[in-house]
């Protein structure tokens, strides 16, 4: 027989104290009993060898008398490209009705590596692959299944007066048991309670009756939709009156609809009337076994409003757990007023609780959206971060909603932003190009599109004040640590009862969902916040890891570090902070991660001019701090650092002096100064579009006024032209390939162990410019 799951348990019976007291409120998320255990599968490696698309691996799940069970994935690889139509697919069936999800690489990332709920006790797993894409493995980590439930209740009044419902507005919450709705903000995200915030992870739809027992039954997995961690912003539940959560989910991996294109509706939010004459009807998945078949399903039921606040509504209307997050509709207009939270009724009176629309805290996370709330980009590859001299460089990016008119914003050394039309790949996928660029060049960048229901929307968000940058050069490395050894890292702990840095590979513990499977280097080891099995997250206060003394001192240094925060509170007090000093002095905050980012590792990059900006002064004795914090509320802090860089940027073909004319145009090389190798390519970016230009060279460096800049390359034995003249065309790019075999004059012979200055000359209306001018020593 099963057994109660003991992280339901206690819910449970907190529950039925809170009523037995009567008059207290009681939050009202209802976990259905679940029990989470190991599952080690590893299919192996297998690929499609034959003319037409096959099922390569199959393997069959099976917990014998599970009511429900959903899969947890350690590893997935899925072989072939997505975007170009030969993606292999995984493919999971459900025995018990036949349900089947399907995910590709894109999808099992926003389900991170996890399944849809499925009806009975087994699921088929299979990778569909097209022919001679590769290889395809799965390897399983862990199951939720089902138990048969108990029931609490806060109902107004002797009799349980709820009825079934279908508004297809209302959505059910796992594995947390809690209620969510549509909202017509300008991405159609939902509500629900803050303190469901922590189990927000799957929402469901059309959901069917319960059996006789009271086990869940899951609707169609067309019906179910993966949350998007990053969107979540919540309070964590502070009580009656300041509880809430706000968030968005996937579109569905099956249908590709959203949420509310599927369900073809959304609740308009509005201020609660006043008390006087006005009803409250609550709709959601509370708790039932009046008959056990109404269990966790949809039911409703209308009662009059007793108390209306700019924070707090209060109403005479029947709920039980599992109704926490419903919205409270305002009768007579059929508009949500509220989001329910708490229950406090009993057989004698009392009333039930929620935090009011207009609560200030809500209204500001609803006014500053995350995620696929705020609509936006993602990189379908991650962008670099260093490109060498010369290099043109290729982003693609997918809009999360429908897009009109993607343009791709960009600049060199601070100029004004240039706008070109991105170019679509299908699958709502877009590629533009940042042109070929020169050491000191510093590219920034940024997109935008028109939404159809937003606007104009801009990634990052607070475009063209917030931006993305490159790199152009080479990473010399100073320090790199993969945490495989000691290198002097130290711990402290600040008020914090639990959640201790500790370095090693990490336990993956299938019991507790909230820490990483592994490293992100690949190297096998870490830091992270108590690394040992159970509930091992920051509780109540801060923990530190202080890096040892790290070399700043060279120009362009920078530092770059892989982070794991993974948040059930995005209130901003909960956090990952980033600081540094120098010496003794006091510590400055560089940057803050504030944004859960689930079970994913994240990068992060800190230029010199971050470390300036907060007041650090760069030299050879700076340290970093990072400091994970937990607010002390109900809430879950899991933190992680990896794959720690130290480094500085040199662009290494060369060294650019003089100053650029008028125009600001530059000059960098790309390839290598290996006379043998002889592929070095002279590049210019920044020079008027459509322009004609000329690269020349000589072993002498001088300052000579020529047009509109500065001669700055002349030569012992004259100044050499490479041929041929080349338009800038509309890019303002001229590049030129140099050849050391074949001077255009005897005098310019190239040599190794020589240095030569090179230069373009480009037309400028009625006159003349130049780029800078760099110096080049060739190897042999």
């Given at each position: 027989m099963f057994q109660l799951?003991?992280?339901?348990?206690?819910?449970?019976?907190?529950?039925?104290?809170?009523?037995?007291l009567g008059g207290r409120a009681a939050a009202q998320q209802e976990a259905p009993p679940t029990v989470t255990i190991p599952y080690e599968v590893d299919s192996g490696p297998a690929e499609n060898l034959l003319p037409s698309p096959q099922v390569v691996l199959s393997i069959p799940?099976?917990?014998?008398?599970?009511?429900?069970?959903?899969?947890?994935?350690?590893?997935?690889?899925?072989?072939?490209?997505?975007?170009?139509?030969?993606?292999?697919?995984?493919?999971?069936?459900?025995l018990a009705d036949g349900g089947i999800q399907e995910l590709d690489v894109r999808h099992l990332a926003e389900w991170q590596n996890s399944s849809a709920y499925f009806n009975g006790d087994t699921v088929l797993v299979e990778v569909l692959a097209q022919p001679g894409t590769g290889m395809n493995r799965v390897r399983m980590r862990a199951v939720d299944y089902g138990l048969v439930p108990s029931f609490t209740?806060?109902?107004?009044?002797?009799?349980?007066?709820?009825?079934?419902?279908?508004?297809p507005r209302s959505a059910r919450i796992l594995p947390i048991g809690c209620t969510g709705w549509l909202i017509d903000d300008c991405k159609q995200c939902f509500l629900t309670a803050g303190h469901c915030g922590g189990g927000v992870s799957v929402v469901q739809f059309n959901v069917p009756l319960s059996n006789s027992g009271g086990g869940l039954n899951q609707p169609s997995p067309d019906d179910q939709y993966a949350v998007d961690a990053s969107s979540l912003q919540s309070n964590g539940g502070q009580g009656v009156g300041n509880d809430w959560a706000y968030f968005g989910a996937f579109a569905n991996s099956n249908t590709g609809l959203t949420p509310a294109q599927a369900q073809g509706g959304t609740f308009n939010l509005v201020p609660p009337p006043s008390p006087s004459g006005n009803d409250i009807r609550i709709t959601g998945y509370g708790t039932d076994n009046t008959p056990s078949t109404h269990n966790q399903v949809q039911q409703t039921h209308v009662g009059p409003l007793v108390t209306s606040t700019t924070t707090r509504v209060q109403y005479v209307t029947d709920t039980t757990g599992g109704n926490s997050g419903s919205p409270v509709i305002w009768e007579q207009t059929g508009q949500a007023v509220g989001?329910?939270?708490?229950?406090?009724?009993?057989?004698?009176?009392?009333?039930?609780?929620?935090?009011?629309?207009?609560?200030?805290?809500?209204?500001?996370?609803?006014?500053?959206?995350?995620?696929?709330?705020?609509?936006?980009?993602e990189f379908v590859q991650t962008p670099p971060d260093l490109v060498m001299p010369g290099t043109v460089t290729t982003l693609q990016v997918r809009t999360i909603s429908a897009a009109m008119n993607p343009l791709f914003h960009f600049r060199l050394q601070g100029n004004a932003f240039s706008s070109v039309a991105m170019t679509p790949l299908g699958n709502d996928v877009y590629s533009a190009s940042l042109p070929a660029v020169a050491c000191g060049d510093d590219p920034e960048y940024y997109f935008s599109y028109d939404d159809v229901d937003c606007g104009t929307v801009t990634s990052p968000e607070g475009a063209p004040n917030a931006f993305f940058s490159i790199g152009v050069g080479v990473a010399v490395e100073s320090l790199s640590d993969d945490f495989e050894t000691d290198l002097g890292w130290t711990t402290s702990i600040g008020s914090a009862s639990t959640g201790q840095w500790q370095r090693g590979v990490p336990v993956n513990d299938p019991n507790w969902v909230y820490d990483p499977t592994s490293d992100s280097d690949g190297s096998g080891s870490c830091w992270l916040t108590q690394n040992e099995l159970g509930n091992t997250d920051i509780d109540g206060g801060s923990v530190s890891l202080i890096s040892p003394v790290i070399d700043l001192s060279v120009a362009g240094s920078f530092v770059s570090y892989d982070y794991f925060l993974n948040l059930t509170v995005s209130d901003g007090?909960?956090?990952?902070?980033?600081?540094?000093?120098?010496?003794?002095a006091s510590w400055r905050t560089v940057t803050e991660h504030t944004e859960t980012g689930g079970l994913q590792w994240r990068t992060q990059l800190l230029t010199?001019?971050?470390?300036l900006s907060a007041g650090v002064l760069l030299g050879n004795d700076v340290q970093l701090r990072f400091t994970a914090n937990d607010s002390g509320t109900s809430s879950i802090v899991e933190a992680g650092l990896d794959a720690f860089f130290v480094g500085s940027v040199d662009c290494g073909l060369g060294t650019n002096y003089c100053v650029s004319g008028a125009n600001g145009a530059t000059i960098g090389v790309a390839g290598s100064v290996s006379f043998a190798a002889n592929d070095l390519v002279l590049t210019s970016a920044g020079v008027p579009p459509n322009v004609n230009g000329l690269f020349f060279y000589g072993d002498l460096q001088t300052t000579v006024l020529l047009g509109n800049g500065l001669r700055c390359v002349d030569g012992s034995s004259g100044i050499f032209r490479l041929q041929p003249v080349t338009s800038s065309g509309p890019g303002g790019v001229i590049s030129h390939s140099l050849d050391v075999l074949a001077p255009p004059l005897p005098g310019g012979q190239i040599s190794p162990g020589s240095t030569w200055n090179f230069q373009l000359w480009f037309r400028d209306?009625?006159?003349?410019?130049?780029?800078?001018?760099?110096?080049?020593?060739?190897?042999?």
């Amino acid at each position: 027989m099963f057994q109660l799951s003991s992280r339901w348990a206690p819910a449970a019976l907190f529950a039925l104290t809170a009523v037995a007291l009567g008059g207290r409120a009681a939050a009202q998320q209802e976990a259905p009993p679940t029990v989470t255990i190991p599952y080690e599968v590893d299919s192996g490696p297998a690929e499609n060898l034959l003319p037409s698309p096959q099922v390569v691996l199959s393997i069959p799940v099976i917990v014998e008398g599970a009511e429900w069970v959903r899969l947890y994935f350690d590893e997935v690889e899925l072989a072939g490209d997505l975007f170009a139509g030969t993606g292999s697919i995984l493919r999971l069936t459900a025995l018990a009705d036949g349900g089947i999800q399907e995910l590709d690489v894109r999808h099992l990332a926003e389900w991170q590596n996890s399944s849809a709920y499925f009806n009975g006790d087994t699921v088929l797993v299979e990778v569909l692959a097209q022919p001679g894409t590769g290889m395809n493995r799965v390897r399983m980590r862990a199951v939720d299944y089902g138990l048969v439930p108990s029931f609490t209740e806060t109902i107004c009044g002797a009799n349980d007066d709820r009825v079934l419902s279908n508004d297809p507005r209302s959505a059910r919450i796992l594995p947390i048991g809690c209620t969510g709705w549509l909202i017509d903000d300008c991405k159609q995200c939902f509500l629900t309670a803050g303190h469901c915030g922590g189990g927000v992870s799957v929402v469901q739809f059309n959901v069917p009756l319960s059996n006789s027992g009271g086990g869940l039954n899951q609707p169609s997995p067309d019906d179910q939709y993966a949350v998007d961690a990053s969107s979540l912003q919540s309070n964590g539940g502070q009580g009656v009156g300041n509880d809430w959560a706000y968030f968005g989910a996937f579109a569905n991996s099956n249908t590709g609809l959203t949420p509310a294109q599927a369900q073809g509706g959304t609740f308009n939010l509005v201020p609660p009337p006043s008390p006087s004459g006005n009803d409250i009807r609550i709709t959601g998945y509370g708790t039932d076994n009046t008959p056990s078949t109404h269990n966790q399903v949809q039911q409703t039921h209308v009662g009059p409003l007793v108390t209306s606040t700019t924070t707090r509504v209060q109403y005479v209307t029947d709920t039980t757990g599992g109704n926490s997050g419903s919205p409270v509709i305002w009768e007579q207009t059929g508009q949500a007023v509220g989001i329910h939270t708490h229950g406090g009724c009993g057989d004698t009176g009392g009333q039930n609780s929620g935090t009011a629309s207009t609560h200030p805290g809500l209204q500001a996370a609803m006014a500053a959206p995350q995620g696929i709330c705020a609509a936006g980009f993602e990189f379908v590859q991650t962008p670099p971060d260093l490109v060498m001299p010369g290099t043109v460089t290729t982003l693609q990016v997918r809009t999360i909603s429908a897009a009109m008119n993607p343009l791709f914003h960009f600049r060199l050394q601070g100029n004004a932003f240039s706008s070109v039309a991105m170019t679509p790949l299908g699958n709502d996928v877009y590629s533009a190009s940042l042109p070929a660029v020169a050491c000191g060049d510093d590219p920034e960048y940024y997109f935008s599109y028109d939404d159809v229901d937003c606007g104009t929307v801009t990634s990052p968000e607070g475009a063209p004040n917030a931006f993305f940058s490159i790199g152009v050069g080479v990473a010399v490395e100073s320090l790199s640590d993969d945490f495989e050894t000691d290198l002097g890292w130290t711990t402290s702990i600040g008020s914090a009862s639990t959640g201790q840095w500790q370095r090693g590979v990490p336990v993956n513990d299938p019991n507790w969902v909230y820490d990483p499977t592994s490293d992100s280097d690949g190297s096998g080891s870490c830091w992270l916040t108590q690394n040992e099995l159970g509930n091992t997250d920051i509780d109540g206060g801060s923990v530190s890891l202080i890096s040892p003394v790290i070399d700043l001192s060279v120009a362009g240094s920078f530092v770059s570090y892989d982070y794991f925060l993974n948040l059930t509170v995005s209130d901003g007090v909960d956090r990952l902070l980033v600081q540094a000093r120098n010496g003794l002095a006091s510590w400055r905050t560089v940057t803050e991660h504030t944004e859960t980012g689930g079970l994913q590792w994240r990068t992060q990059l800190l230029t010199t001019g971050d470390f300036l900006s907060a007041g650090v002064l760069l030299g050879n004795d700076v340290q970093l701090r990072f400091t994970a914090n937990d607010s002390g509320t109900s809430s879950i802090v899991e933190a992680g650092l990896d794959a720690f860089f130290v480094g500085s940027v040199d662009c290494g073909l060369g060294t650019n002096y003089c100053v650029s004319g008028a125009n600001g145009a530059t000059i960098g090389v790309a390839g290598s100064v290996s006379f043998a190798a002889n592929d070095l390519v002279l590049t210019s970016a920044g020079v008027p579009p459509n322009v004609n230009g000329l690269f020349f060279y000589g072993d002498l460096q001088t300052t000579v006024l020529l047009g509109n800049g500065l001669r700055c390359v002349d030569g012992s034995s004259g100044i050499f032209r490479l041929q041929p003249v080349t338009s800038s065309g509309p890019g303002g790019v001229i590049s030129h390939s140099l050849d050391v075999l074949a001077p255009p004059l005897p005098g310019g012979q190239i040599s190794p162990g020589s240095t030569w200055n090179f230069q373009l000359w480009f037309r400028d209306g009625a006159s003349s410019d130049l780029t800078d001018a760099i110096s080049i020593t060739f190897t042999p």
